[in-house]
Nanobody, 120 residues
Framework: QVQLVQSGGGLVQAGGSLRLSCAAS????????MTWYRQAPGKQRELVAT???????NYADSVKGRFTVSRDNARRTAYLQMNSLKPEDTAVYSC??????????????WGQGTQVTVSS
């Protein structure tokens, strides 16, 4: 069984910074990709940032230059550093991880979600 535990988030003023973490544990051979999504009230879930096993990254246009996704393979943890936060960044942020659990078998998991609120 694989578990994802998110931490970080909270309330911050516009222009401030927060860092989210997503730690994976359990029977994992390797972590393929780690992705951050967010969903604001009344809006569809959107991809924020992703980092692959090869450390390639991809960002939504709305966060480019402000957010940085990274990973610590030894700790099996992904991070989302969010700087210059704006009120429109307010949402529930969730991590989504694809892992290899056995030879030739991958599974995907979601974190529990964490609220990020940016006040103006």
């Amino acid at each position: 069984q694989v578990q994802l535990v998110q931490s970080g988030g909270g309330l911050v003023q516009a222009g401030g910074s927060l860092r989210l973490s997503c730690a994976a544990s359990g029977s994992i051979l390797s972590i393929n990709s780690m992705t951050w999504y967010r969903q604001a009230p009344g809006k569809q879930r959107e991809l924020v940032a992703t980092i692959t096993g090869g450390d390639s990254t991809n960002y939504a246009d709305s966060v480019k230059g402000r957010f940085t996704v990274s990973r610590d393979n030894a700790r099996r943890t992904a991070y989302l550093q969010m700087n210059s936060l704006k009120p429109e960044d307010t949402a529930v942020y969730s991590c989504y991880v694809v892992v290899t659990v056995a030879l030739g078998r991958s599974q995907d998991y979601w974190g529990q979600g964490t609220q990020v609120t940016v006040s103006s």
